[in-house]
């Protein structure tokens, strides 16, 4: 299960003709249409508050869509396998971009994960070339607040999936709250 935190006006376009995937240059998880696994008040948070100024505003703005989405044939960034594979791929990355004389993106320090998006969409590039594309991509993000200077546990930590293939998303409906 999955949900997408959108507007009203977006949410009502994604029910008639479907979602757009995301392709910013700071998708961590690459292409794709960007969910909250199994987490409707993490969606609800992260949803624009009003049409006009996102994240501010009146809460009858706000939508969550929910989703089923299907897993099978995802690349899971926690599987061992999965880190093994894209290690190989960031050493050709590194490769092509010395090559080139180009330096290597970079992640931020603000969340914007430049390299990751490049890396997974590569890595995606090349299983589609083999015959074997990637369907969703998922992971887990941390975010927010350390809970107690102590910990390593951060408040607002989620796990995403981008669906880059529509048909992995086997149905979507308006979650009310």
Request: net charge positive; with cysteine; aromatic share 10%.
């Amino acid at each position: 299960m999955g949900y997408h935190g959108t507007t009203a006006t977006c949410a009502r376009n994604i029910l008639r003709d479907g979602f757009e995937p995301s392709t910013h240059a700071w998708d961590w998880l690459g292409k794709g249409i960007y969910f909250f696994e199994e987490n409707r008040d993490r969606a609800v948070a992260w949803t624009p508050l009003s049409e006009r100024k996102p994240r501010r505003g009146p809460k009858a703005h706000r939508v969550v869509l929910g989703a089923l989405i299907d897993l099978n044939g995802a690349m899971d960034l926690t599987e061992p396998y999965t880190a093994s594979v894209l290690t190989l791929t960031a050493k050709g990355l590194e490769a092509v971009f010395a090559k080139d004389g180009r330096p290597l993106p970079k992640n931020d320090t603000a969340g914007r994960r430049y390299f990751d998006k490049i890396l997974i969409d590569s890595h995606c590039f090349i299983r589609e070339k083999e015959g074997s594309p990637v369907p969703v991509v998922r992971g887990v993000f941390e975010e927010g607040e350390l809970v107690h200077p102590h910990s390593s546990i951060r408040a607002l930590s989620h796990v995403q999936l981008a669906v880059r293939d529509p048909a992995a998303i086997l149905g979507v409906w308006r979650e009310r709250w």
